[in-house]
């Protein structure tokens, strides 16, 4: 492993500010990795971190952060619109670059083990639709609904109406694209339309959130889950599918709160649990998948780099190295920091699911039948 830095003053502002400025200079161009590339470096840096090599001034920024943080919480302005747009509005072409068929930008399932990313993303949705026990007839909510791809595999593998919402402007034009191709326009559509805005008079038999939650915000899990009990029916299933992390974080990284997720907030179960509870649904089941997501990470930042070159066409190669920084410094958080992904199975009754799991495993086995017969999208002809 060795690095270089190109000036003195870049060596000064890493001592100064190492939490935002790390990923700055390398973005810039100003810490070179000339052995091994940055994920390496990342974990070496972990690795070696103990906390009595804290500065002063980095204690002070710190302090600083916690109160930038509570106070931002508290402000009673909604940016979810322009929060989102910021991430997911880039290029469609970007995404394209690393993520699988289907562009799932969720975490994978990689189960059975060393499958390929492809795979281990239909094993997703097939787990978590399994989950949901849907039954033709019924209705769906898809809470954050990406390009589309969950919300029409469930109702095409399980005979059901689904909406799904979100508030990027350009996953709506590509998710309704793509359901119109696979003949779905009658069965599934997009709003663009912000969850807490969701009328209390509509009521779904199903709802489920992949890789959503994680820009609610810990001040809004009370408004998120108040919102859920409003629209669950009574006999009602959700899946809730999120990064979690060990232990409440005091404030968020700065350098993914400037460049990445602005706004976003990793949950832990201490802080999701309670909120469910005062909203007065019931928690029916929860799974906790440690590595999946490192696995994933390690697959987006391989093929990432491998068209790094078209990356820099869409953009340029700061935006690039941007990027390389924000997946290897993702993984590393799953690989080195515990964070994990939560599956939460909520409900109003607890006879709505089972008394045992079996269901699950049973509900997979049909759907892995359904996908031999599922023509994937490139396949279908315009």
């Known amino acids: 492993m060795a690095i270089r830095f190109t000036d003195e003053a870049s060596e ?32 070496l840096i972990k690795d070696n971190t103990l906390s009595e090599g804290l500065t002063f001034g980095m204690i002070v920024r710190g302090i600083g952060r916690m109160i930038e943080a509570q106070f931002r919480n508290r402000v009673p302005i909604n940016h979810n619109r322009k929060n989102v747009s910021h991430h997911y509005d880039l290029d469609e072409k970007l995404f394209s670059l690393f993520l699988d068929e289907d562009w799932q930008y969720s975490c994978a399932y990689f189960n059975p083990p060393g499958i390929s990313l492809d795979e281990a993303q239909i094993a997703k949705k097939r787990h978590i639709v399994a989950k949901l026990l849907a039954e033709p007839g019924q209705k769906a909510l898809e809470i954050g609904s990406g390009w589309g791809g ?15 919402i979100t508030l990027s402007t350009e996953q709506l034009k590509i998710s309704r694209e793509r359901a119109a ?11 663009l339309q912000d969850y807490y805005y969701l009328p209390p008079t509509k009521s779904y038999d199903r709802i489920v959130s992949v890789g959503m939650f994680e820009h609610v915000g810990r001040l809004n899990y009370k408004k998120f889950f108040n919102k ?45 649990l309670p909120a469910i509870e005062k909203a007065g649904l019931l928690v029916s089941d929860v799974e906790i998948l440690p590595m999946h997501y490192a696995y ?22 700061r935006f ?14 799953f690989t080195h920091e ?8 909520i409900v109003k009754k607890r006879q709505a699911v089972p008394d045992t799991r079996d269901y699950i495993y049973e509900r997979e086995a049909e759907l892995r039948a359904f996908e031999q017969s599922r023509l994937p999208l490139d396949k279908i002809a315009v």
């Open 181 to 191: 191709r696979r003949g779905l326009a009658n069965s599934v559509r997009f709003e």
């Open 12 to 43: 000064l502002a890493l001592l100064r500010d190492p939490q935002l400025q790390l990923g700055q200079l390398y973005m810039d161009g100003r810490l070179l990795v000339e052995e091994g590339d940055i994920y390496e470096f990342l974990a």
């Open 338 to 345: 515990a964070f994990h992904i939560f599956q939460i199975q």
């Open 320 to 333: 690039v190295r941007m990027w390389e920084f924000y997946l290897a410094a993702s993984e590393m958080a």
């Open 296 to 317: 994933t990470l390690r697959h987006w930042r391989e093929r990432f780099m491998a068209n790094r070159e078209k990356a820099a066409a869409l953009y340029d190669d």
């Open 228 to 272: 859920v009990n409003d629209v669950l029916a009574d006999d009602g299933v959700m899946v809730l599918h999120s990064i979690g992390q060990p232990y409440p974080a005091i404030y968020n990284n700065p350098w993914i709160e400037k460049y990445i997720f602005p706004g976003g907030y990793i949950p832990s179960l201490a802080e999701v």
């Open 150 to 164: 969950m919300a029409m595999y469930l109702s095409e593998s399980s005979g059901i109406d689904v909406t799904g």
